[in-house]
């Protein structure tokens, strides 16, 4: 559990969330001192730590309560939640604010030869993603008997390697889907960053404070960005 006076905040420590998160930290006020191999970064002017971890783990350690906040993309956020609940782990949390970076989307992609009369056309069918519990969720919800296939990496090369009919993956711009010959058919989740607070009600007074002084300066840097 985080039992610091300082406000623990868990942040990607590598990766396309992590330069934004730490822009918005040092907009609102917070100096940091990173020094690129740590795992812990302090504040040299706010009761503030950072946790540099992988997106995977962020989730959990606002969840835990071992971090009191923390920047994560919600496909991760969501995935996360419905693994653990699944697994009668603690899943619970609360979003301070949706951000506006790390805009993407979930999508079912198939290869540009296959026959595709929407959704159905998956019956029977594996698809490859890193999202399991998202994509199984989402067949419940169509009534479609398809399996999800875990794949950690190299989600789109799956159909062309054999190892699935289909994907389910991040898509921005589209290029990658399109390098590999597949075609974006159906999104399953719109995602963004957003911070989050751990719900157990465990954040003591000074940082309960502390949170709600800085969040009217994040309202501010959103403002002025629109
Ligand atoms: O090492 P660590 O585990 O921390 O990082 P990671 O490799 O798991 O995550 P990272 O840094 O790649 O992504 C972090 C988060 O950024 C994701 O969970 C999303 O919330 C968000 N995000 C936004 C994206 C993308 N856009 C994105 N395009 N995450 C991944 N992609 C990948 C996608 O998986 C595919 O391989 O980019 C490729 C597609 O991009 P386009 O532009 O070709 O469509
Ligand atoms: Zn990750």
């Keep these: 559990m985080s039992n610091s006076n300082r406000l623990r905040i868990a942040v990607q420590k590598s990766g396309r969330l992590s330069d934004d998160s730490i822009a918005l930290l040092k907009a609102i006020g917070i100096k940091l001192n990173i020094r690129d191999r740590l795992l812990i970064a302090h504040s040299t002017n706010q009761p503030i730590d950072l946790l ?13 309560g071992v971090c009191d906040l923390g920047f994560i993309g919600e496909n991760e956020l969501e995935e996360k939640m419905l693994e653990r609940k699944a697994a009668g ?27 595709y009369d929407g ?10 993603t890193t999202y399991p519990y998202l994509l199984e969720r989402y067949f419940k919800d169509q009534g479609i008997n398809a399996k999800a296939v875990m794949l950690q990496g190299s989600v789109e090369v799956a159909p062309r390697a054999g190892v699935a009919d289909a994907i389910c993956d991040l898509v921005s711009t589209g290029a990658t889907l399109e390098a590999n010959g597949l075609v974006e058919k159906d999104v399953i ?17 000074e940082k309960e404070t502390l949170v709600n002084r800085l969040m009217p300066r994040v309202d501010g840097v959103l403002l002025a960005k629109e």
């Design 52 to 64: 540099r971890v992988r997106d995977d783990d962020i989730p959990g350690l606002v969840m835990d």
């Design 189 to 205: 989740f719109r995602s963004k960053a957003v911070l989050i607070k751990r719900a157990d009600g465990e954040l003591s007074d």
């Design 119 to 128: 959704i159905q056309s998956l019956e029977g069918k594996k698809v490859a």
């Design 89 to 115: 782990k603690p899943f619970e949390y609360e979003v301070l604010r949706r951000l506006d970076y790390g805009g993407c989307r979930l999508s079912i992609a198939v290869p540009n030869e296959m026959k």
